[in-house]
């Protein structure tokens, strides 16, 4: 009887050390890699983010930018890291879309747990303010009136403005030529010079030209409007019902990361982002804060995985 009772006192023991053994998380920085180049979106919102959870787990944050092949190197070396907690990726909407437009060296559905949605990110659809168009509803009866007539820029293929421009076309019926871009700012100063009939830009860089008159903002691309043009319609509103594309920054973590460091990390970004400060930093950048479960961003990014592969197969789109 004693027997048994020691056995079952020893395999108790054993059973809990793998907790004890990751209780303590985090026992040392944290590295936090964007795959993108220093002083972008991504990165800005990273720093601002991750200022807040270094406070809230008592550890220190580095952020490690490891930029190229749209997002793809740096989320490579994430895939590839121990499932220890101490490597951790900040991606963005390319991680949803890569998987339909590149040759991927990881599997972006199983190689990485989703931990937090941080922030999305609506576009604003913009014309120049000669345009004889008002409404997104005539501006889309004026390229079904003229087939062929009318482009839209991006800042370039596979970004965020250029499937925003491309589900337009699908969901509308219409056929607007997509002129690339190597980033926003050219894209915006050819749609304000006519060079190009339209822009999906996102609200940090364009509301400025829009409130100062520079630039018409026909829609914005969320299933909400934009608190900055609370008189600017959504899409949804302007005829196209269920159109909602945003761009968005998440959390990750590569595969066999323990479930109770998935929990712990994920709670951390949810604090931080609905910290009333981070919170207004994120307004500021145009960004709509979240902060979700990890159940939740699983379910996102499935589903933005799902819409963005069968528009990239229903429009053909291709990137270089």
Not at 233 to 253: D, I, Q, R
Not at 276 to 300: I, M, N, R, S, Y
């Amino acid at each position: 009887m004693k027997k048994r009772l020691v056995l079952k006192s020893i395999a108790a023991l054993a059973a809990c050390v793998p907790l004890l053994g990751w209780a303590a998380w985090p026992e040392k920085p944290i590295r936090m890699v964007v795959p993108y180049a220093a002083g972008g979106g991504a990165d800005n919102t990273a720093r601002i983010v991750a200022q807040q959870m270094s406070a809230a787990l008592g550890q220190q944050i580095i952020i490690d930018n490891r930029p190229g092949a749209g997002g793809v190197i740096g989320a490579d070396n994430v895939a590839k890291a121990p499932g220890d907690g101490y490597t951790v990726l900040y991606d963005a909407s390319a991680f949803s879309v890569n998987p339909s437009l590149r040759k991927l060296p990881f599997d972006a559905a199983k190689d990485f747990i989703p931990v937090s949605l941080v922030a999305t990110a609506p576009q604003i659809l913009v014309v120049p303010v000669s345009a004889p168009y008002k409404t997104a509803a005539e501006f889309i009866d004026h390229a079904r009136k003229n087939p062929g007539k009318l482009s839209f820029a991006s800042a370039g293929g596979g970004t965020g403005s250029h499937l925003a421009g491309e589900a337009l076309n699908e969901q509308a019926k219409i056929n607007l030529l997509h002129v690339p871009y190597k980033g926003g700012a050219p894209a915006l100063t050819d749609v304000m010079g006519e060079q190009v009939s339209a822009y999906f830009g996102n609200v940090a860089s364009t509301i400025g030209y829009v409130q100062s008159g520079k630039l018409r903002a026909l829609a914005v691309s969320s299933s909400r409007r934009v608190p900055g043009l609370p008189d600017t319609p959504t899409l949804a509103e302007s005829g196209l019902p269920g159109y909602n594309v945003v761009e968005w920054n998440g959390v990750f973590l590569p595969k066999g990361t323990p479930a109770a460091i998935v929990q712990q990390l994920g709670k951390a970004v949810q604090a931080a982002v609905h910290d009333a400060k981070v919170k207004e930093k994120l307004l500021q950048l145009g960004l709509e804060p979240a902060g979700t479960t990890p159940d939740a961003f699983a379910k996102f990014v499935s589903a933005e995985t799902a819409r963005v592969g069968a528009l990239v197969k229903a429009r053909h789109i291709r990137v270089d």
